[in-house]
């Protein structure tokens, strides 16, 4: 219980002591007294906030000290302050509350400073604040559940009902993310399944592009590419006037000067690779010339598959790579989405559960009440 009271410098009150006895203690006085400035000094002691308005004009600070005895809770009290540090000795607790001219606050318990949150945790053990309008709460109809919960001890039903509301709104909040993503994967989903669709039906490669562009371009030049290999065979291989020809005069040329001076035969090895040189280049230009040919059905296949391929380049490129890039992410993103639509059906059995929880809760609370009703009306 409260014992002893020191206010000084508050408000308008320059020093009181208010010594309470036991029992019940009752101040009186006219309107403007003081009845309020001092359960206002109390409720500061007891950690509501400060503020500068609340210390005396033209003083440097205000404070409030309260002296407790704690009686028939002291065992309990004194474990409550021990797991915060703070001790009672003799069943005494002496708490006080500084507040300067600036707004800043100060608190000790028993010479301890503390916060003003830990004071408030103290005060609220200690002492219990009732407003002169407090009974209208009567006629509200939460304080009326909290009424009958306490006079039915129903406070651990209630705090398994809060659980299992709390559960259901989860469940549904995740429910409710889970359905839209899947709605937005909705609209993904058709863009992935046209990259990936699109990659595979042109069976693209790396380096599709470039080899692609260079079947185009040999097709498109064909009869160009076929001439001008023919005329390279030609070149190398016409009887009269062809490289090879040509060589050969060369060759019976070198014969005729190595019968006279046999150092020129060092030169027969070097021309006959020359020969042998000329001979496969003439061949390779005779089957180019041979495999080369116009193809025009071919050609507007490839220029259809280049023009496929473009789209997929302006919309996801620039280059190839990154086309491959992005279909492989699509694939990774479709597999995600199908073990998302797994999840979904996860959530919602989820909440179901939850809300069978909620309801089961619900029914044990209202039976718990309405028998607790009956008594509570025949008590009242």
């Known amino acids: 219980m409260l014992t002893e009271l020191r206010i000084r410098n508050v408000a308008v009150i320059d020093q009181v002591t208010l010594v309470l006895a036991p029992g019940l203690n009752v101040l009186t006085g006219e309107t403007g007294a003081g009845k309020s400035l ?41 474990a409550f302050l021990d797991e915060r540090g703070l001790e009672a000795p003799d069943g005494l607790l ?7 001219a600036t707004g800043r606050s100060r608190a000790w318990v028993n010479g301890t400073p503390v916060t003003a949150a830990l004071l408030a945790d103290v005060g609220e053990q200690l002492v219990t604040v009732h407003g002169q309008h407090e009974a209208r709460q009567l006629a509200d109809a939460g304080a009326q559940r909290d009424l009958l919960d306490a006079f039915a001890g129903a406070e651990p039903l209630r705090a398994r009902m809060a659980a299992a509301v709390e559960r259901q709104r989860r469940c549904a909040a995740t429910v409710d ?37 260079a079947d185009i371009r ?22 009269d006037r062809g490289a ?17 001076d046999p150092d020129a035969a060092r030169w027969e090895p070097v021309l006959e690779g020359a020969r042998v040189t000329l001979d496969e280049l003439a061949r390779d230009f005779a089957g180019y010339a041979e495999a080369v ?37 699509a694939r990774a993103g ?6 998302e639509g797994a999840g979904v059906a996860e959530a919602e059995e989820a909440l179901r ?28």
């Open 38 to 78: 001092v359960v206002g000094a109390l409720e500061l002691l007891l950690g509501e906030r400060a503020a500068a308005d609340r210390v005396r004009a033209g003083c440097d600070k205000g404070s409030v000290e309260g002296v407790f005895e704690l009686g028939g809770r002291r065992e309990a009290l004194a």
């Open 94 to 100: 002496v708490l006080r509350r500084e507040v300067a």
């Open 177 to 213: 993310a889970l359905r839209a993503e899947a709605t937005e994967a909705g609209r993904r989903r058709e863009e992935w399944q046209a990259l990936v669709r699109a990659v595979e039906e042109l069976r693209l490669r790396p380096g599709d592009d470039e080899q692609l562009d």
């Open 218 to 239: 040999r097709l498109a030049h064909a009869e160009e590419l076929q001439g001008a290999a023919q005329q390279a065979v030609a070149a190398l291989s016409a009887e």
């Open 244 to 260: 090879l020809a040509r060589l050969a005069t060369v060759r019976r040329a070198l014969a005729q000067v190595a019968r006279i």
């Open 293 to 329: 040919e116009a193809d025009p059905p071919r050609l507007r296949a490839l220029e259809a598959r280049r023009e496929a391929l473009s789209a997929l380049l302006r919309r996801h490129g620039p280059a190839l790579a990154d086309v491959l890039d992005a279909a492989a992410a």
């Open 334 to 339: 479709l597999a995600r989405l199908d073990g």
């Open 353 to 380: 559960e939850a809300e069978d929880e909620m309801r089961r809760e619900a029914v044990a609370l209202s039976a718990t009440r309405a028998e607790a009703a009956r008594r509570l009306e025949s008590a009242v």
